[in-house]
């Protein structure tokens, strides 16, 4: 990165032996069309410096085609179960990966979040007020300033996003792109300095950035817009030498540790959740596998079951395993723990 710098070049602006008529950019071209109302001209590839003169794609070219031809162009999201990550095939609630067009990562990662998200409501008189745990634009910011400003020349590296109870975090590669750490900025005053200014222009024509700078404003103002935000729920910025991280704080996560509920449909779910909870305990008098477990209490989602039931019970020390020194023994099972 900086041999590019100092020949005055960036990573997304350097031409490749990729040919243009090689590869197809149906996601690109939809995408601009609804957005935008207009069709993506052959000239455009050109004057939005997506290809050279001569059809060869530049790297940000080779970002928006619709086959994965930039192997670091990934995503890897994990929903955790609490406030801490810890093993990905025991406390991970869901978990996907996703490669290719930045566009396509976009999508995915802003569906990701919405899916392992809630939208609750408080009911007024004659109305309701819809209570999201994360403002949708300020999630839509985060994503294309980790997509347009992360560092693509590192190897084997990608975006992460990491939800826990209480947050989100967004990491991509590459620190602040004119050095210095953004803890040492006031993000209403920092300069904008773009490390893939193609693809920064083009998510702008696409309308999904504002061109000079404002991302990490937007992301505060629109956090701020939500029922129930306080100044706890300010989202943060960190970054180092080789990473930026943007954090979203759920805003109906209180700092005691317990999620808001607002609904009835909350309250119905706990009541359920306690007492299948006493039916397993009931069940498992002499030991049940798993399997049985779930299946007795009609639970069919393995990450469901082990973050309402399993889990719980252990940790309470209600349940315990047959073969505690081998948890992961495909001849596990439990049983209850009789107080003496």
């Known amino acids: 990165e900086l041999i590019l710098k100092g020949t005055n070049q960036s990573f997304d602006t350097l031409t490749t032996d990729a040919v243009k008529k090689d590869y197809s950019f149906t996601l690109l071209e939809a995408t601009y069309l609804e957005r935008t109302g207009l069709r993506f001209d052959p000239s455009d590839y050109v004057s939005f410096g997506l290809t050279d003169k001569n059809g060869l794609l530049t790297n940000a070219g080779k970002l928006m085609t619709d086959q994965h031809t930039v192997y670091n162009s990934r995503m890897f999201c994990t929903r955790w179960n609490g406030l801490e990550k810890g093993s990905i095939f025991d406390d991970a609630l869901d978990d996907k990966e996703y490669e290719g067009n930045l566009i396509y990562l976009l999508n995915s990662g802003s569906e990701f979040i919405r899916n392992n998200s809630k939208v609750r409501f408080v009911k007024k008189a004659q109305y309701r007020v819809d209570k999201p745990d994360y403002a949708e634009r300020a999630v839509t910011e985060a994503l294309v300033n980790a997509l347009i400003h992360r560092d693509y020349i590192v190897l084997g590296s990608e975006i992460h996003i990491d939800m826990f109870d209480d947050r989100v975090e967004i990491t991509s590669p590459g620190g602040m792109f004119g050095g210095g750490s953004i803890q040492e900025y006031d993000i209403y005053s920092i300069r904008s300095m773009r490390r893939n200014p193609v693809?920064?222009?083009?998510?702008?024509?696409?309308?999904?950035?504002?061109?000079?700078?404002?991302?990490?404003?937007?992301?505060?103002?629109?956090?701020?817009?939500?029922?129930?935000?306080?100044?706890?729920?300010?989202?943060?910025?960190?970054?180092?030498?080789?990473?930026?991280?943007?954090?979203?704080?759920?805003?109906?996560?209180?700092?005691?540790?317990?999620?808001?509920?607002?609904?009835?449909?909350?309250?119905?779910?706990?009541?359920?959740?306690?007492?299948?909870?006493?039916?397993?305990?009931?069940?498992?008098?002499?030991?049940?596998?798993?399997?049985?477990?779930?299946?007795?209490?009609?639970?069919?989602?393995?990450?469901?079951?082990?973050?309402?039931?399993?889990?719980?019970?252990?940790?309470?020390?209600?349940?315990?395993?047959?073969?505690?020194?081998?948890?992961?023994?495909?001849?596990?099972?439990?049983?209850?723990?009789?107080?003496?």
């Open 199 to 340: 693809i920064a222009d083009l998510f702008h024509r696409m309308k999904y950035m504002e061109r000079r700078g404002s991302g990490l404003r937007k992301i505060v103002s629109e956090t701020e817009k939500l029922p129930g935000y306080t100044a706890a729920y300010k989202p943060e910025f960190s970054s180092t030498a080789t990473d930026f991280r943007v954090i979203l704080k759920n805003v109906n996560y209180n700092m005691c540790g317990v999620s808001v509920h607002d609904t009835a449909h909350d309250a119905a779910h706990d009541t359920s959740v306690i007492s299948k909870q006493n039916l397993l305990l009931e069940f498992c008098t002499d030991p049940k596998s798993r399997d049985e477990m779930q299946a007795y209490i009609d639970v069919s989602s393995r990450s469901h079951f082990s973050k309402y039931y399993l889990k719980p019970l252990l940790s309470s020390g209600k349940l315990e395993m047959m073969f505690p020194d081998k948890p992961k023994s495909k001849n596990q099972k439990y049983t209850t723990v009789h107080s003496k």
